[in-house]
């Protein structure tokens, strides 16, 4: 099974910038996409961004030249810099993976974190 723990979330002021990082563990070797997600209270869980072993990474529209996925393959790690953050980027981030197989980018995913919360402030 796979463990997905994320990291660095916080409070910031609109403009600013936060990076949140997510760690796996476990049986990472059936990881191929890794991905972020985000779901404010009363909202729909919504796709941020993912990348994928060969280092492809895909944005939704809403966050497109102002964030950044990346991974780093050996560490098991991966991690979303966010920048010029607004208030409507406040939710709930989430880290999921899944593995080969699924396309690109996929749509579904099999593994999960906790989350970590992210507030901008007007």
């Known amino acids: 099974q796979v463990q997905l723990v994320e990291s660095g979330g916080g409070l910031v002021q609109a403009g600013g910038s936060l990076r949140v990082s997510c760690a796996a563990s476990g049986r990472t070797f059936n990881i191929y996409t890794m991905a972020w997600f985000r779901q404010a209270p009363g909202k729909e869980r919504e796709f941020v961004a993912a990348?994928?072993?060969?280092?492809?990474?895909y944005y939704a529209d809403s966050v497109k030249g102002r964030f950044t996925i990346s991974g780093d393959n050996a560490k098991n790690t991966m991690s979303l810099q966010m920048n010029s953050l607004q208030p409507d980027d406040t939710a709930v981030y989430c880290c999921?993976?899944?593995?080969?197989?699924?396309?690109?980018?996929?749509?579904?995913?099999?593994?999960w974190g906790q989350g970590t919360q992210v507030t901008v402030s007007s």
């Open positions: 990348v994928n072993w060969s280092e492809a990474v």
């Open positions: 999921a993976a899944v593995g080969s197989g699924v396309g690109w980018p996929p749509i579904k995913y099999n593994y």
